[in-house]
């Protein structure tokens, strides 16, 4: 399957920092990545859709200035979490559908455990 | 938005006993239905997954099967072994786009 890579493994920050993480895809383009948050012993909730060359598209609930997110290339997505607090401690994973796929196949990284202090 | 159930949310099998978790969903236009296992801490990986046009898939000891008019579809594991023990998540793309939308999980436990 597609390689999908995550940067850093694991993060943990003061309460008030902001915390940039890295999603590249790195044997395929994705003008589409996805980014979940995961809590202990829960499912992954769909935070954003990030699009490459536009907007970022936010599920309800989720703070568009909180979590900013940048498609900067085919390859790349970030997402920055701004002023950070404990309650935003969970395991953050991206995913990219594979390009040309018309059925949606997904590929996931290997997530982002932060911790905030 | 897309309304995905998982049962049992907790199956404990002997090794060597098949497992069978189901996934029921609410948008009939929905047409790819996937199955994810997740080890703690770990990424979750796609292990089999089924377009709407057939209604079984198998590749060695997991099988899927989809009731598209009941809507709902399950993950068949044979022959269990502890390395299966894990959590699997089902997933939805709601209203035919390629946003997932995943249930909440089912913890299989294989006892050796």
């Known amino acids: 399957g597609a390689v999908v890579s995550q940067h850093p493994s694991r993060v943990i920050c003061k309460s008030g920092t902001s915390v940039k993480i890295e999603c590249r895809s790195l044997d395929f383009q994705a003008t589409t990545m996805f980014w979940y948050r995961q809590f202990p012993k829960q499912s992954l909730m769909l935070m954003a859709t990030s699009n490459e060359g536009s907007k970022a598209t936010y599920e309800q609930g989720v703070e568009k200035d909180k979590f900013l997110i940048n498609h900067a290339s085919l390859t790349l997505s970030t997402l920055t979490v701004t002023s950070a607090h404990p309650e935003d401690s969970s395991f953050y994973i991206c995913s990219a559908p594979t390009s040309g796929s018309s059925y949606n196949e997904q590929f996931f990284g290997p997530g982002t455990r932060l911790t905030v202090l | 938005g897309e309304n995905v159930e998982q049962h049992p949310s907790t199956l404990s099998v002997q090794e060597g006993d098949s497992a069978v978790i189901k996934c029921t969903y609410s948008?009939?236009?929905?047409?790819?239905f996937p199955w994810y296992k997740q080890e703690l801490g770990k990424r979750p990986q796609l292990i089999i997954d089924?377009?709407?046009?057939?209604g079984e898939k198998k590749d060695q000891r997991i099988a899927v099967t989809l009731n598209k008019t009941a809507k709902h579809f399950s993950l068949h594991i044979t022959e269990t072994q502890p390395e299966d023990s894990a959590v699997y998540f089902c997933?939805?793309?709601?209203?035919?786009?390629?946003?997932?939308?995943f249930g909440k999980g089912n913890q299989v436990v294989v006892i050796p």
């Open positions: 997933a939805v793309p709601p209203y035919g786009n390629n946003r997932l939308a």
């Open positions: 089924i377009r709407s046009n057939v």
């Open positions: 948008d009939s236009a929905s047409n790819y």
